[in-house]
């Protein structure tokens, strides 16, 4: 089996924000992309916000099975060719797109998701005070991101999140985050649109290190092994697309 | 437009469990039933597990619109035929289905998931230590059954349940309820089953007085008013069921 | 019980194309409307592609129940601010919203399910010669758009639609339609958007009098009362949305 | 990797219908395990109804990746112990189930699925005169289970089926079947319950060479493929579950 190949976005922050260059000194992307040197079978491509087309060229596009993306206070500065070039890879190609942590308000997730909003908007999605203590709870325990996972994980400190979040309904819901200060949120949440797969992923907030723990990079290689596009049927194109018999059939009919 | 027809079945434990005695003097059923007579547009009738056929004769579940069910520790003493005879008339005729706390264990609940299991069993639907404070909170902001409503409810004191349940991907997840103790559940949940709804609510451990609760009442009111049957196409029945033009086009062409 | 506020969304057609005057001479939208005066209890208002802001204002959008959109050839030439705002009123707001036909390529529709194509593209959504018999089977008999329906409905004739149509999964199937030139199509679909819920209807093209016709026009006015927006839960807005006892609950662990 | 390990439970026709003789020999149990026999990494047992235990004593199933069902008259006399068996395994342990043709009527798909009907009762789920052409349109064309098929898949003759089915809906739909003499069917359809998977696909009726085809058994192979069981979390068990840490918290509360 060929090897897996995965895209790391992530918005530069380690080197303009103090917290997080002590937590991620060599930044967030290179944490998680050490989660795939863990084990056989990936390679990996780092892209970053501030470089030329954000990293997000065609030709990375056209090579990426999955595309791992991590942004928080740039969400609204990302190149909107970029993020609707992204959607088109997921829903045309069946590219595999994980949204961590912050990521629930970057272009390209609202955009396959059918929702536009800002963190606190309308009601639909708080975010709250960091520092709360978390836990994952596994809510569908056979499925193939649980792999390897108890009950549930105990990540120490994250920026706590709540309902509502004014997702669609997911596919399959994985992980349901209880929150010390007495909130919930979904925190694993899968989606399928067009003839890709989306997985939502809610921790990971910048100032504590939880893309160093080791429940959380196992999630990420299980997502990825999951997202990896699956092949599928070699359908034919647009109108008169009908060919042979069956358009034989249909042009003596009309 | 007509009133509703409820049946509110019970197990009959006030006269047996002095926790409950006291905190229900007239049977959970009574409690339940009150919460419909605080507004117009209800019909309510009683049926009890003690009961002849528990007091689910045809004749009632003819006359039911929906069937709300409590039951606890003689979930396992209901009568097959009983339990069957309530699902069809939910999946056939659309009577509408409410199950109540423990009812998660249930025989109809159970029967119309596709899924039989005992609290504890498989480490797939936990109950825990009671006392718990619970809140559940509004996931679905924008559906009927949370008219009315916070952020969250607020219940002190509850039996903790906890994830995995087990149950199939809801059509819709409406509530998630938080413990203080550091679990959580699904605690509304929407299905359905042929022509009828199913809604799952978890609140209602029989030491505590969740159902003299006015928000947990109103959700019941919500519930009943959203899982009434709604009428829907006149479908014709079994083979050879095509009439008219259609079987004729079709007697042609055989 | 209030009148359901309708508007009625075109392309104003009649006036360029001569096959469509003859069926519809007042426009598309006037067939659409007087389903709607064949009972109480809906108000219309019209608007058309060609009116200032396509018709679409704040104002109008603001007293909006339900919004039905016919569109096929302008798709493309759609105001992007205009199709945002009807995306955040239904996400947002609950506004219902109807897409019928070749609206499948529309951009509210498209972009409130996370998908972007044009017909033909992709060999995703195939659209193909025009004149077929259709056959509308009712696959949800209990679901209330189905009301007073039969098994299914027929087309004498209709612009024929395929698969695959490339939408994300429908929380509801209610219709699947069967073509004479040997394709199917997933004609009747239901979503939820945040607060608002979407109905996808594919019959209807112009040369056709299909909006004359009654089903079509039950159809329509069943799939009105289902989206009309239905209350819900109050919930609060954003960063340090908790307020009261919660509040200081949260501060004191702080 | 290892080989998959499939069961195909099916009813012993060959030799009492001279029909299914001409095309079974061997029975359709024997043109099924045909199809696994086409590529490496399957391994095949034989169950059939008239052997004790219908074949399926716990020794077999617990060998049981994936069960593959073919049923059709004899639904009504499978063994209900036998039947409960099946559906724990598959809701407990993750063992795939794939229901063929009349499978629709056997007693674990219907007790998975939470429906409960006969042939034609309720006018639920029609079966029709038998011959017509079927086309099973690919819905879901980036899906495992269509991998390597085109458009659609012809089937020159089958046993026509008719909506509505009944079915709760499917978490994925794959398959569509038109049908010459003017029906459509949900032919291809995943569901998932507890840790397993189950997948209905509706061709095969006895009398018409369906298993023979070879597009059929490249649907079979994939599913196979996609049903077999994938791990996933290790949770705990029933009341009383948490440990460490977890219990201590707990317990402190308490």
Known sequence: ????????????????????????????????????????????????????????????L?????????????NHLLDDTVANEVCRRVVRDGMGFIALHSASFSKPWQRMLGIEYEAGEWGRFRTMPKGEK????????????????????????????????LIPEPDKLLFIAWWEGGEVCRSGTLFERG?????????????????????????????????APAGGAKVHSGEGHLSGEAREDLSHRM
């Not at 596994?138 to 509502?164: N, R, S, T, W």
């Open 62 to 74: 056209e090579c990426t099975d999955v595309l791992i993306w991590w942004s928080h206070i740039d």
């Open 134 to 165: 978390e836990r994952l709870w596994v809510v569908a325990p056979g499925h193939p991101i649980c792999e390897g996972l108890g009950d549930f994980i105990e990540i120490p400190q994250d920026e706590m999140y709540g309902e509502p979040m």
């Open 1 to 60: 089996m060929n090897d897996i190949r995965i895209t790391v976005f992530c918005e530069h922050h380690q080197d303009r924000y103090e917290p997080v260059k002590s937590v991620y000194p060599d930044g967030i992307h290179a944490a998680i992309a050490a989660a795939f040197a863990e084990e056989p079978g990936f390679q990996i491509t780092i892209a970053t916000q501030d470089m030329p087309s954000h990293g997000l060229t065609n030709e990375v």
């Open 195 to 227: 003839r890709g797969k989306i997985f939502g992923f809610t921790p990971g907030h910048e100032e504590f290190p939880i893309y160093h723990q080791s429940e959380i990079r196992r999630v990420l290689r299980n997502a990825v092994r999951f997202l």
